[in-house]
């Protein structure tokens, strides 16, 4: 039943629909890479043309891939966390189908052109409406669980949590002027404030925080540092906010604004490094796992993106190194670095984990799971690598003043290239929704119980 009151059925709902969102999603991005190779593919065919592909492609990523993913694995951990039921299974399973519903509605909107035309706020108006319902109800659900627990402390992945669903619904409703209407230049703004902030007080906050349960979970080893922990959270909340503006240096926004997204841009610096350290002062002495337990090598493989990827941020939040790469395809391919590949790649490790325990069986194919995470793992680095080259070429054309139709010449090689990357992550991801599929399933198994420990419900406990 689709409003089942069964325990985790919520979890397992959002779960199972996020995986086929991420194939959707990667479909619609892989069609967009395809189109710089062949731009005349999409010829005669307004669905298909590359203004309407790519917003469907990241909203589809965004809030049908990430972020229900994301809510599926907190709705375990939270109760896991604080040894009680989840405080209403019922509304979680609703909103699931309501969100279901409002990605579908959306991406048939985006590709025939029925958009808001603000980035990463172009969902309609009553597509907005269903998902910050979606979102208090999420919250409500959330809060109550951990109100109602049977333990004292919270452990740093609920404040994270917590967090998460505390901030969310506010940059929501301020980012989508389909409730907050401004004018002009303050428009842009606020677009920046909210498509900057859902990175970090939603998929930060939320990723972060899987990985926090998962990293101990999975290593056996406890968090090296509870104290580092809580630093890392508070500072995220006060430094994050306001960054967003640099992405928009360029533009005659006030000046002390510009500055304060400059300087606490490069603060941001700090709660990465708490975060960072715990994580591989966690994993001290105990990095030999990597080689046999597959959903920390996900998850661990999250935390290295996760570094090059926060490395990468506020250094080109800075205002020299912003004016030379700003225009360029470095900044989409530091996004998908955050999004395709720290949080999805802990995402991927967290569902290796969680959902054979919902399900009470083995995945159904570890072989099948290990080419995912090289093919994902090979095409994303490939991905990555050819997104900042063209960035470079571009910025280097836009500094010595050529014309676009000189360099842009240079790119043309690129495009393929980004585009099997792309085709090498979509075949690992396909491989994954079968997986996940034959597991639903409950096909039997391909291989022995002890060839994966860590995958394995018999051998590793809740």
């Known amino acids: 039943m689709l409003l089942s009151d069964k325990e985790n059925s919520a979890s397992k709902f959002f779960i199972l629909t996020a995986v086929f969102w991420l194939v959707v999603g990667m479909t619609l991005g892989l069609t967009g890479a395809i189109e710089f190779v062949a731009p005349d593919a999409s010829t005669g065919y307004g669905p298909l043309t590359f203004s309407r592909i790519r917003p469907a492609h990241v909203n589809t990523v965004a809030f049908g891939w990430l972020s229900m993913a994301n809510i599926g694995i907190a709705l375990y951990i939270v109760p896991t966390l604080t040894k009680v039921k989840l405080f209403n299974e019922k509304l979680a399973n609703f909103v699931c189908i309501l969100w279901n519903l409002a990605i579908l509605a959306g991406i048939a909107c985006l590709v025939h052109g029925y958009s808001e035309g603000r980035e990463y706020a172009e969902l309609p108006v009553p597509i907005d409406v269903v998902v910050l319902i979606g979102l208090l109800s999420l919250s409500y659900v959330i809060y109550m669980t951990v109100i109602h627990r049977k333990v004292k402390k919270l452990y740093v992945s609920l404040w994270y949590i917590l967090g998460a669903f505390f901030w969310m619904p506010i940059v929501y409703f301020i980012g989508n002027r389909t409730f907050v209407r401004l004018d002009g230049l303050n428009d842009a703004i606020v677009n920046w404030f909210y498509g900057h902030n859902i990175l970090g007080m939603w998929f930060t906050t939320l990723g972060v925080g899987i990985a926090y349960y998962m990293i101990p979970k999975l290593s056996g080893k406890p968090l090296w540092s509870h104290s580092l922990s809580m630093l890392g959270f508070w500072t995220i909340a006060f430094f994050y906010a306001p960054t967003g503006t640099h992405h928009i240096l360029q533009a005659p926004v006030p000046e002390w604004l510009k500055a304060l997204a400059v300087v606490f841009s490069v603060a941001l610096v700090i709660p990465v490094i708490t975060v960072l350290t715990n994580f591989f002062m966690t994993m001290k002495g105990s990095w030999w796992q990597l080689a046999n337990n597959l959903p920390l090598r996900f ?26 790469i700003h225009f360029t395809q470095w900044v989409p391919g530091h996004a998908h670095a955050a999004l395709l590949g720290t949080f999805t790649f802990f995402n991927f490790g967290a569902i290796y984990y969680i959902l054979p325990r919902i399900l009470g069986r083995q995945f159904y194919s570890v072989g099948l799971a290990k080419a995912h995470y090289w093919f994902t793992f090979i095409g994303f680095n490939i991905f990555y690598f050819v997104f900042t080259v063209i960035g470079l070429i571009q910025a280097s054309g836009w500094q010595q003043g050529m014309e676009v139709s000189q360099w842009s010449i240079a790119l043309e090689p690129y495009w393929f290239y980004r585009a099997f990357g792309g085709a090498l992550m979509w075949f690992g991801n396909v491989l994954f929704l079968i997986n996940v599929f034959m597991t639903w399933r409950g096909a039997k198994p391909l291989d022995p119980p002890d060839e994966e420990p860590a995958m394995s419900v018999k051998r590793t406990g809740v």
């Open 299 to 324: 998850v661990l493989t999250g935390a290295l993106f996760y570094l090059f990827t926060c490395i990468q941020g506020p250094f080109q939040a800075t205002r020299s190194i912003n004016w030379y």
